[in-house]
């Protein structure tokens, strides 16, 4: 789950990276055009991630049904941890394993996006 939640940021942030690439903003308007677009890409590719785990946990019956899943798997994932829902004792470990991969991807977006300002900041200058 780990492999494939990487491979999906890795194509996403890719995807982004090139299409940004050619962008030639030059305009306050158009920068804040270009960072509206990143940040909704960056929430949809977390999104789908944590949509990775959640049916990971329903289809295992992990959870009890789809909503409690994903609601597990955003908090989880997201290191809110609030422990109204916990795995059974079987699966706890793996709880572990999505909040480390959430803390990583998450650390992976904030530097793309860094870097995406940068750049534009530069290409200014």
Same mark, same amino acid.
């Given at each position: 789950? &780990?492999? +494939?939640?990487? +491979?999906?940021?890795?194509?996403?942030?890719?995807?982004?990276?090139?299409?940004? =690439? *050619?962008?030639?903003?030059?305009?306050?308007?158009?920068?804040?055009?270009?960072?509206?677009? +990143?940040?909704?890409?960056?929430?949809?590719?977390? +999104?789908?991630?944590? %949509?990775?785990?959640?049916? /990971?946990?329903?289809?295992?019956?992990?959870?009890?049904? /789809?909503? %409690?899943?994903? $609601?597990? #798997?955003?908090?989880? $994932?997201?290191?809110?941890?609030?422990?109204?829902?916990?795995?059974?004792?079987?699966? *706890? /470990?793996?709880?572990?394993?999505?909040?480390?991969? =959430?803390? &990583?991807?998450?650390?992976? #977006?904030? =530097?793309?996006?860094?870097?995406?300002?940068?750049?534009?900041?530069?290409?200014?200058?």
């Amino acid at each position: 789950m &780990l492999a +494939l939640c990487v +491979l999906t940021h890795a194509v996403g942030v890719t995807f982004a990276a090139r299409r940004l =690439g *050619r962008a030639q903003a030059v305009r306050f308007v158009q920068w804040v055009w270009v960072f509206i677009r +990143l940040a909704w890409l960056i929430v949809v590719l977390h +999104l789908v991630e944590i %949509s990775l785990w959640a049916f /990971l946990y329903f289809w295992q019956e992990a959870m009890p049904d /789809l909503q %409690s899943a994903f $609601y597990f #798997s955003a908090v989880t $994932y997201t290191t809110t941890g609030y422990g109204d829902l916990v795995l059974p004792m079987d699966w *706890r /470990l793996l709880g572990s394993i999505e909040a480390l991969t =959430g803390i &990583l991807l998450c650390g992976w #977006s904030a =530097g793309f996006f860094f870097a995406i300002v940068s750049e534009i900041v530069h290409k200014r200058d």
